[in-house]
């Protein structure tokens, strides 16, 4: 299908691994030129030789984006070598066991903490490279969320995660409604159990191998479809979003989760 994205600058946090990952191959195969930005040069570069391998026109960007001359330095990078960014894949910050834990583990700073990461961290992103979409007229933000942000998470202690979470909701639903006609569009995904290095990170921080995690997600978690899912097919919502072909798809939190999710709408 084409995607009608060919010659777009593709601004990809995180995407030298995972689901951005996958999102880095999928836009580049439609003729983006993708921008790989992430910390780990190591896994910048090999993501970046990959995509050029398969064809894709890949450049990798090193830069801390939970900070706001991170963020910065990194669009600056890409528009000095492609011109401005006119897609924004914008992925959740990785947290760790630090960021969990009951109301009466919480201490109130970790709630500033938290949401400096999981929310300001994108909203920094957005004012970096909406304003030349702006002038262009035409945009696609997509935020790589979480199920929590809509439905409060049961199956660790959450307090702080269901509480941060939903603001980043009623941003891009209100950054939807400010700029939907000039044609750039404000999306949220939000997958489920995806078999990924950060899944993991985070079971191997519980002391669970990798062998042992698609086990304990069918038994403790309500998970319909009987399996993890593959990043591709959490990539392949993504790419669609960013296509040409969903202008009219805005401000939306979709859940690809094998029917994880609860609710009706």
Known sequence: MDLGISGKVAFIAGGSKGIARSVSSLLAADGCKVAIVARDRTAIDRAVKEVTAEGGTAMGVS?????????????????????????????????????????????????????????????????????????????????????????????????????????????????????????????????????TEMLHGFFGNLGIEPDGIEPWVLENQNVPIGRLARPVEVASMIAYLCSDLAGYCTGNHIPVDGSMHRSNC
């Open 63 to 195: 830069a801390d984006l939970s900070t706001q001359e991170g963020v910065n330095s990194a669009v600056a990078e890409v528009t000095e070598e492609w011109g401005s960014p006119d897609i924004c894949l914008s992925q959740i910050t990785a947290l760790g066991p630090e960021h969990w834990g009951a109301f009466s583990d919480v201490p109130v700073p970790s709630y500033a903490n938290t949401f400096d990461l999981a929310v300001l961290t994108h909203i920094r992103l957005a004012h970096a490279v909406v304003p030349e979409m702006r002038r262009k007229g035409w945009g696609r933000f997509v935020h790589l969320g979480t199920l929590s942000a809509a439905e409060a998470a049961t199956y660790f202690p959450s307090m702080i995660h269901n509480t941060v979470q939903p603001a980043m909701m009623g941003f891009l639903k209100s950054m939807s409604d400010e700029l939907a006609r000039e044609g750039i569009t404000f999306n949220s995904v939000a997958p489920g159990w995806v078999n």
